[in-house]
């Protein structure tokens, strides 16, 4: 039950985050604010190295690595597809392990991107906020519901004008990622957009 909960969360928040007008090795998550200059549509801010993820959206679970999951905590945990999402995704089901967690990776459909989004922040998240910039691609807190004392946290990275990631982390009590799930998911968004680079080059 708790497995279905968690993916069906995934879809209704890519649903969500997409309502409205439209218009390995690691890195580390860079300390700089987001880009002051912006798109043409949204505010949403200018991507200068935008990624081509089409690959990863035919294999979403490729987007963290088998040695970047086991790092994170997660050992012997592999992905699974989540069909139910309305765009490409994947969770790293590891509740019923030690660590108690399950982060995930969904690569928003077309036509749902910052630009999309960013206009419509305020009616469709309880708690959405500018978090520092992954690598250079800007990054927001998105939570439609403010669930973080619960072990939640989801955060958007924009990775190209056309095109942004939902990536999220349920963890329960007893986790060691439980205290702080947003400095978890950060840095299994981190691993993203590592692997994401890698594989566009």
Sequence with gaps: MRIRTIVAGIAALA???GCGDSGGTTGTPTTATQSSSTSDSGGAPKIENPLDVK??????CSTVTPAQV??????GVTGRVNTT???ASCAWLGLSIPAKMAPSVTILPEGTNLSTILPNKDTTYEKFE???AIQGYPTYMALVADSRKNGY???LVGVSEQK???ISLQSDQGSPRFADPC???????NLAVTTIKAGAK
Excluded: R, Y
């Design 153 to 155: 946290c989801s955060v």
């Design 15 to 17: 649903l969500l985050a």
């Design 183 to 189: 400095a978890a998911i950060t840095e299994f968004a």
């Design 55 to 60: 690959a990863f959206e035919a294999d979403p």
């Design 164 to 166: 942004a990631l939902l």
């Design 130 to 132: 500018s978090l520092p």
């Design 70 to 75: 086991e790092a994170f905590g997660l050992p």
């Design 85 to 87: 999402s309305p765009g």
